[in-house]
């Protein structure tokens, strides 16, 4: 396929939503990319900080910026799809307005996507920072050495396990996405919407991930993000993993949902204290039929406990 001198090889999109105090740091660490035959399309969601004036200071810096805006705020599914439909390029990378990729995140998915034409997709590893130091590296599965499994397998261990791909780091192929019909939903706050895209991808084309740390993605505590709301958090995964067992039927039982719904419970577990977390966690033991879950849970609830316990010690 010949390329007109516009048309790069990748498309980069950018949703933006009261980006500014974060947004250079992210469009930093997209100039310094090793590969650069790229176009970068950011859209501001409704709102009307500085992120545009930001935007119009890197316009120069790379071989292509466009900049779209919402009227009004409309969320992270309707934005998503804008950009994917103002795309040229053979592959589509995500990004986001506050993390920090590494030079070689583009060249190493590029090279991945090229040699191997049966993936559709390809994540990495992600590095959580706290404002001073990394606390922890995510998806497990990646760290550990492993690699995605394929097809319903993959989408069986994301919907109970929620051993999610890499959002903010994805790149895809965008035939792929096209001649699926995917699409990213409206149904779900931000974080759900990602989870149900990953699911359904997963039974239509191979993804593959890159052992390699490819983002680092701000966790520190002043963030006032949606992973904060945990409440709704928690809602719009319960109601995914409901409309996903009406969805594919030949796929999740009701035994698998249950389980699925288990493991919803014990992560929210996970962020209870005190009083309440030994409540909670004896009233689960009680009436559940996944006891090992919430066993296991403990154990590692215990372990981090002690962790800490041992630093402030030092």
Aim: glycine fraction near 4%.
């Amino acid at each position: 396929m010949v390329m007109d001198k516009q048309q790069l090889k990748v498309s980069v999109i950018l949703p933006i939503f009261n980006g500014e105090k974060t947004l250079a740091n992210t469009l930093d660490s997209l100039e310094a990319q090793t590969f650069k035959d790229f176009e970068l399309i950011a859209c501001i969601d409704g709102t009307n900080d500085a992120s545009e004036a930001i935007l119009n200071a890197y316009k120069s810096k790379f071989k292509k910026l466009i900049i779209l805006k919402n009227a009004i705020n409309l969320g992270l599914g309707p934005t998503m799809n804008r950009l994917v439909a103002s795309t040229s390029g053979e592959y589509i990378a995500i990004a986001e307005q506050d993390d920090f990729y590494y030079p070689k995140r583009f060249e190493l998915q590029v090279n991945l996507l090229d040699s191997k034409k049966d993936i559709g997709l390809v994540s990495g590893i992600a590095e959580f920072w706290d404002g001073e130091k990394v606390t922890a590296k995510f998806p497990g599965l990646l760290v550990h050495g492993n690699q995605y499994p394929e097809g319903e397998e993959l989408f069986l261990l994301n919907y109970v396990k929620q051993t999610k791909i890499v959002n903010s780091c994805m790149m895809l192929r965008k035939s792929v996405h096209i001649d699926n019909g995917f699409y990213f939903s409206q149904h779900y706050p931000n974080i759900p919407i990602d989870w149900a895209y990953f699911l359904r991808f997963s039974l239509k084309s191979k993804i593959f991930g890159i052992h390699e740390i490819l983002v680092r993605i701000d966790r520190r505590s002043e963030r006032k993000s949606i992973t904060s709301r945990r409440e709704i958090h928690y809602n719009a995964n319960k109601e995914l993993l409901r409309s996903f067992f009406y969805e594919f039927p030949e796929v999740i039982d009701k035994k698998i949902y249950k389980e699925a719904l288990n493991t919803q419970k014990t992560l929210e577990l996970s962020f209870l204290e005190g009083r309440v977390f030994i409540l909670s966690f004896l009233k689960n033991i009680l009436i559940s039929s996944y006891k090992i879950q919430y066993f296991d849970n403990f154990k590692k609830r215990v372990k981090l406990k002690y962790s800490l316990f041992e630093r402030k010690s030092l």
